[in-house]
């Protein structure tokens, strides 16, 4: 591989994985349009990196979220549950559904969800200290310097949700952030925060397990995807930090429009702009 080539993968991976770190998506919106459209690679080639790359961003900044305490460890584990079947549903079915089919579905669910976060205020269920609740836990933000105890509702239809998106993920490689974090944040009612950060522990799961698939079919390329994790795994320090500069209100806000424009590039990719 040229060096060019190289320091190209590597920057690639640290941008997108800033981004990913903070919104808790992955990056890979930003991989697959760069490794099909700007280098050439073939749809299955472009999604097994694009899903190392997300497993790169993923432990850089799971190591920082859980240290922190910002990550719902044992949400996080549950719906991994549904969403690593998903991911390897995904992985498996990605042979035999059309792409612009999938792209259009995975389009309409992000525009759906931008909507939901625009359109409706964040509704956190608190409790108090001594209510005991299996599905109750603290939350603080350090940047606000916020703190108080949080209810996570609708369990069973996220868990159920999950699983879709997990077969989203491993069939596009985009990752299942997108869905993940306003499931979590509108429909199962976690602070904002909470769930960005939650989303970048979980998302290395799902897409570890669609990588294996791919790598058993021989579609992984070993060089480019170790770029990408280099880069995607320096970006995931860096994104951490700027998350903490970040107040929670406004991130609702900015994650909004970018779903908003995944779901423009997603459109225009299963139209075959892109």
Known sequence: MEPVLILILVAVGMGASIIGTIFGLGGGIIFIPVLTV???LAASE????????????????????????????????LLEVTTSVGAMAGAMLAAYVSNWILLLAFACVLIYSAANMIFRKEKVIECSEDEEDGMA???EDGKCSTTGRYKVANVKSGLAICTGAGVLSSMTGVGGGAIKVPLMNVHMHVPMKIASATSSYMIGITAFSGAIVFFIHGNLL??????????ALVGSFIGTWVSKKIDAGPMRKYFSILLIAIAAIILLEAGGVL
């Open 222 to 231: 070993l060089d480019y995807a170790a770029a990408i994790a280099v880069g």
């Open 38 to 40: 700007g280098l050439g």
């Open 137 to 139: 836990f603290p939350y």
């Open 46 to 77: 472009a999604v097994a990196v694009s899903l190392v790359g997300i497993i790169a961003t993923s432990t850089g900044a799971a190591s920082h979220y859980v240290k922190t305490g910002l990550t719902n460890v044992r949400l996080g584990l």
